[in-house]
């Protein structure tokens, strides 16, 4: 999560950091909650999550 290109994504949600990082062809998608309740994420039209892997998570997977 530190090499590659940082593109920074709802910049100015109050409850959520969310970046993507890229590099050589591969782009990791961080969605962090920095609040006590769950905050609604919208995923940005350019991001596809089809056919994705969830790689860390300490909330419960929800389809959606």
């Known amino acids: 999560m530190v090499y590659g290109v940082y593109d920074l994504i709802l910049e100015d949600h109050e409850a959520i950091y969310a ?3 890229t590099l050589e062809g591969d ?3 961080v969605i962090l909650n920095f609040t006590e309740g769950m905050p609604i994420f919208a995923l940005p039209a ?5 056919g994705k892997e969830l ?3 300490n909330y419960e997977n929800r389809s959606g």
């Open 46 to 50: 350019d991001i596809q999550l089809s």
């Open 55 to 57: 790689l860390i998570s």
């Open 19 to 21: 970046f993507t990082r």
């Open 27 to 29: 782009r990791l998608l």
